[in-house]
């Protein structure tokens, strides 16, 4: 298992202290992209178009880390 998909799973597991830079690591491996010109969110687009945002400062609350999971999921 790769560096990313520990992440998922741990993501997936506890959805508490992760930063954006884990967060984007783990969209790269699932062909996510992400953009981020200078704002406060990280928006991130999966390949069927839908778009999901973070806030990027820190702690990023769990509620955005559960809806990522689902994000990556397809759901």
């Known amino acids: ?3 990313s998909a ?6 997936s597991r506890n ?3 992760w930063r954006i830079e884990q967060i984007q ?3 790269r491996q699932h ?3 992400w953009r981020q010109h200078g704002t406060s969110h990280c928006q991130f687009v999966r390949r069927d ?3 999901m945002s973070i806030p990027a ?3 990023i609350k769990p509620v955005y880390i559960k809806n990522f999971v689902q994000f990556v999921k397809g759901e």
């Open 15 to 17: 959805p508490l202290d």
């Open 6 to 11: 520990k992440l998922f799973a741990a993501m």
């Open 57 to 59: 400062k820190k702690p």
């Open 49 to 51: 178009g839908k778009v």
């Open 1 to 3: 298992m790769n560096t």
């Open 25 to 27: 690591t783990v969209a």
């Open 31 to 33: 062909g996510i992209v």
